[in-house]
């Protein structure tokens, strides 16, 4: 069993930055890689990113290339969202996910109860 729990969203102005905090807790969290994803209010759910916890194995959606970047600190067993130039249309519950290698990340594990993160114009 893994248990993940997000923290760090909240209110920004759009061009400001936040840092999504995701802890995680299980006996087996290195066999898994950690993603991020974001629903929208109305929007089907959206993948953000993903990483290995040695950060040597990174993917990124196209909107969050060159703005968000996952980055861990495994003595904590926590991963993080840096979110830079956040805009409008990044609002949205962001959640965490533990994503076995070679699966579909869509297909998670285990899965946060999301953080919100609202960016105002």
């Known amino acids: 069993q893994v248990q993940l729990v997000e923290s760090g969203g909240g209110l920004v102005q759009a061009g400001g930055s936040l840092r999504l905090s995701c802890a995680a807790s299980?006996?087996?969290?290195?066999?898994?890689?950690m993603a991020w994803f974001r629903q929208a209010p109305g929007k089907e759910r959206e993948f953000v990113g993903l990483s290995s916890w040695s950060g040597t194995i990174t993917s990124y959606a196209d909107s969050a290339k060159g703005r968000f970047t996952i980055s861990s600190d495994n003595a904590k067993n926590t991963v993080y969202l840096q979110m830079n130039s956040l805009k409008p249309e990044d609002t949205a519950v962001y959640y965490c996910a533990a994503v076995l290698p070679g699966r579909n990340p869509n297909n998670a594990d285990y899965w946060g109860k999301g953080t919100l993160v609202t960016v105002s114009s």
């Open positions: 299980g006996r087996t969290l290195n066999t898994y890689r």
